[in-house]
């Protein structure tokens, strides 16, 4: 089974730009989109949803922010639409796919503003789809948790760590947050199959030619329950996709 996970930046923007295209080449079971941008009748008019695939939403209600996705021709057993949160769910931004093998918790985690003054909002939010996990592997369930967590770990999941220390998405207690899901149980999984490995980033600013430097962030991240990593096979960062300042990851599991 084959799963991608993208911060498209815009549905409606990048659609112009061959991702549908990009999709079909792909073939994969499920695909998780973050920051969609749109609201169902901009949808519907533009029909999005490409032949073979099921496809849900999760949309902001302010209009042109946030949003989530999934595209699916696994079957599921249920998609649901948030987290039970309203101050959260308002904004769109979580979608939790059960399947045969795994639920898929596909999240698009708060920035924390430019002067930080979200932080605190982004990590009751992260708080909030832990504590969901956790309920869910109660039950006896696999799962990932996928998306932009907006956030990079560790010093090697970031170009410049000490220039970045006093910004959101590398704060101390943002990282500490990472540390928490970790202890958790939850195996980011590209690190675990590439450990050590630099420069292996997954959003760069559109200022100053960053990615053509590759001056980035790894933020994007596939989050297992260890009794799914033995069936992991492959976890990569797609970084020569462009069409958004964010690129794809990959999960690829033998189920």
């Known amino acids: 089974m084959k799963i991608l996970c993208w911060n498209v930046n815009g549905i409606r923007a ?10 079909a080449k792909e073939d994969a079971d499920i695909v998780c989109l973050q920051e969609t941008k749109a609201h169902p009748d901009q949808l519907e008019a533009l029909h999005l949803t490409p032949p073979g695939y099921d496809s849900f939403w999760a949309w902001a209600e302010r209009p042109g922010y946030s949003g989530v996705a999934i595209y699916t021709k696994a079957a599921c057993k249920d998609c649901k639409v948030g987290i039970g949160i309203p101050r959260f ?10 399947t045969a093998h795994f639920t898929l918790i ?9 002067d930080n003054s979200r932080v605190p909002y982004k990590l009751a939010y992260s708080d909030a789809v832990l504590e969901y996990a956790k309920a ?12 932009d967590l907006n956030t990079a770990h560790a010093e090697i999941d970031i170009a410049r760590p000490r220039e970045n220390a006093t910004t959101t998405g590398f704060l101390p207690i943002e990282r500490a947050w990472m540390d928490k899901l970790v202890a958790a149980g939850y195996v980011d999984i590209f690190r675990h199959l590439h450990p050590g490995e630099p420069n292996q980033y997954t959003w760069w600013s ?24 033995e069936k992991v096979t ?3 960062i797609e970084s020569q996709v462009t069409g958004s300042d964010h690129c794809p990851i990959r999960l690829e599991l033998d189920v």
């Open 136 to 147: 869910l592997e109660r039950q006896g369930k696999s799962v990932i948790i996928c998306g």
């Open 14 to 23: 990048i659609a112009k730009k061959g991702f549908f295209d990009w999709m």
């Open 234 to 236: 492959a976890a990569s």
């Open 106 to 114: 596909n999240g698009y985690f708060p920035n924390g503003g430019e």
């Open 206 to 229: 559109y200022r100053m030619r960053a990615r053509e430097r590759n001056v980035g962030w790894r933020i994007d991240y596939f989050f297992v329950t260890p009794n799914l990593v």
């Open 89 to 98: 769910d308002e904004q769109g931004r979580t979608l939790v796919l059960e």
